[in-house]
């Protein structure tokens, strides 16, 4: 069974950072990748960046692109996501989630119907 368990949410005030951790046990971590998605109050969940198994491979949605990077630690069995220059419409639950093909050498994917598993979320909250 693969767990999925996100830590380093909280409070913050614009501009500030973050940096939100995912740590993953269950099967062979540091073959698959790991993306990162997150859900504001009232909206759908939006994909915000992924990483390939290797970390060679990382994905970025527009609206975060240049502020946050994502990082993986395969001897850790743990991948992190650094949040800069955050803004309140950042605010939201962040997940992570991994898929279920290895994606071996191509961007992994940023959908979220193609990510069977996923943690609980964490929950980020930006003020103004």
């Known amino acids: 069974q693969v767990q999925l368990v996100e830590s380093g949410g909280g409070l913050v005030q614009a501009g500030g950072s973050l940096r939100l951790s995912c740590a993953a046990s269950?099967?062979?971590?540091?073959?698959?990748?790991i993306g990162w998605f997150r859900q504001a109050p009232g909206k759908e969940r939006e994909f915000v960046g992924s990483?390939?198994?290797?970390?060679?491979?990382?994905d970025y949605a527009d609206s975060v692109k240049g502020r946050f990077t994502i990082s993986r630690d395969n001897a850790k069995n743990t991948v992190y996501l650094q949040m800069n220059s955050l803004k309140p419409d950042d605010t939201a639950v962040y997940y992570c989630?991994?898929?279920?093909?290895?994606?071996?050498?191509?961007?992994?994917?940023?959908?979220?119907?193609?990510?069977?598993?996923w943690g609980q979320g964490t929950q980020v909250t930006i003020s103004s």
């Open positions: 990483i390939n198994w290797t970390g060679g491979i990382t």
């Open positions: 989630a991994t898929p279920r093909a290895h994606y071996v050498g191509i961007r992994p994917p940023r959908t979220q119907y193609e990510y069977p598993y």
């Open positions: 269950g099967r062979a971590f540091n073959t698959y990748a």
